[in-house]
């Protein structure tokens, strides 16, 4: 079983819907979560990034974290074609001897067509 | 602009032959990885550095060697042991290895051999 799970999709919605992206993770070790989007062909790069549970917003993006169900979320509302991307998350532990290392999803393939 | 630049952009190799990717970062950061994509698969470590002259294998390391000369450079060789080179390598830097650093990424090399 990997560490770190997320439905690949693809996720096809319309422009202006709300999109929820999610993964589970087993490792209570995680303590710090992040969501990377990475557009066709490019390097990945942060979102958003936090280190508690509850709720983070930027923008039209949201991110949530429930360490008891060991479940992060990343919302997006009113998307946009341009929202059409791969979304990763990405989680890190705080001690043991992976300390530092960040652990990826398998990425979310998003597609917001107009 | 502070970044970091990956070379080349498209790199073809025939089997058995080793081939060296670039990674130069001017962020003044002191870690440095390398990840590997694959489709559906997520980001997988390959190696990482905390400091100059030091690195250590992530979790897949096999056929694969790094040189740390430089804070700014983190080279990697793809060697011939490698039994399923190509894909898409991913250098990534940050502050520090250890706490709430982020990961900046480059924008990524894809090999292809055959």
């Known amino acids: 079983q990997k560490e770190v799970e997320q439905d690949p999709g693809p996720l096809s919605v319309p422009e202006g819907a709300i999109v929820s992206l999610n993964c589970t993770y087993s490792?209570?070790?995680?303590?710090?979560f992040m969501w990377y989007r990475q557009y066709s062909r490019k390097g990945p790069e942060l979102l958003m990034y936090t280190y508690s549970s509850g709720n983070k917003e930027d923008g039209r993006f949201t991110a949530q974290v429930d360490k008891s169900s060991k479940y992060i979320s990343l919302f997006i509302r009113d998307s946009q074609p341009s929202d059409s991307a791969t979304y990763l998350c990405?989680?890190?532990?705080?001690?043991?001897?992976?300390?530092?290392?960040?652990?990826f999803g398998q990425g979310t393939i998003l597609t917001v067509h107009p | 602009d502070g970044g970091i630049t990956q070379s080349p952009k498209y790199l073809f190799r025939k089997e058995g032959q080793n081939v060296t990717l670039s990674c130069e970062q001017n962020l003044n950061h002191d870690a440095m990885y390398w990840y590997r994509q694959d489709p559906g698969q997520g980001l997988r470590l390959i190696y990482y550095s905390q400091i100059v002259n030091d690195f250590q294998k992530g979790d897949i390391a096999e056929g694969y060697s790094v040189s740390r000369e430089k804070k700014e450079s983190f080279p990697l060789t793809v060697t011939s042991a490698q039994k399923n080179p190509t894909a898409f390598y991913l250098c990534a830097s940050s502050t520090g290895d250890r706490g709430p650093y982020e990961q900046y990424f480059g924008p990524g090399t894809r090999l292809t051999v055959t």
């Open positions: 990405a989680m890190k532990r705080w001690r043991g001897t992976s300390y530092g290392k960040l652990t």
């Open positions: 490792n209570s070790a995680f303590q710090y």
